[in-house]
Every structure is written in C-alpha cells, then in structure tokens.
C-alpha cells in the first residue's frame, strides 16, 4: 500500500522558520510531479510550490523567495523549506504525489494527511 507521510508542521512565530517533509512508503514504478498545497476553513486547497522528477521548480506568487522545495528521488522524500513566515502562511499543507504503482498501471495522484502549520503574530 502507497502512503505519503508528512511531518515538521508546528507553531511558529512571524519570521520564523519550519520545514515540511514528505516521505513516499510502500513500492512505486514511478515518481512523477511531486508537489505542496495549502488549505484553510472556507476556502479552495492551493498550490504552494511543485517540483518535477528533474527538479524544476514552480512557486505560488505569494511564497516565492521566501519558501524552498526540494526533492530526493533515491528516499521518494519532497520537503519544503518555510522561511520568513507571515500569519497568513496558517493552513494545513498537504504533500501531494504523481506516481505509478506498477509499469502496468497509469500514474495516479496520492495525497498526504496534512500537517498544521500555525505563525503567530
């Protein structure tokens, strides 16, 4: 059974830093687009920043230069790195996973549990 597991989440104050980690368990073929969203109460789960198999990078407006993703294929691992964090930065994140479970099978999008992540003013 695939299973994406997400740790580092927490309370931080405005300014701080936290790193998210994103672990793939269990046999896959394939790892494609790796990826991070965000949710809070009352509104759509969005996209924070994604990351190919080859390590291109894209950003929502609103993180970029602030937070990093990055990758390792060999540990099936994505993290991103949260530096500089504002109050509006609260939400549950949740790692997301493009990959095919066999050479057979179509690749298909895996979600992680989510992780709360709460800046303080």
């Known amino acids: 059974q695939v299973q994406l597991v997400e740790s580092g989440g927490g309370l931080v104050q405005a300014g701080g830093s936290l790193r998210l980690s994103c672990a793939v368990s269990g046999n896959i073929f394939r790892l494609n687009d790796m990826a991070w969203y965000r949710q809070t109460p009352g509104k759509q789960r969005e996209l924070v920043a994604d990351?190919?198999?080859?390590?291109?990078?894209n950003y929502a407006d609103s993180v970029k230069g602030r937070f990093t993703i990055s990758r390792d294929n060999a540990k099936k691992t994505v993290s991103l790195q949260m530096n500089s964090l504002k109050p509006e930065d609260t939400a549950i994140y949740y790692c997301?996973?493009?990959?095919?479970?066999?050479?057979?099978?179509?690749?298909?999008?895996?979600w992680g549990q989510g992780t709360q992540v709460t800046v303080s003013s």
């Open positions: 997301n996973a493009d990959l095919a479970r066999t050479y057979y099978t179509s690749a298909v999008m895996y």
């Open positions: 990351i190919t198999s080859g390590g291109s990078t």
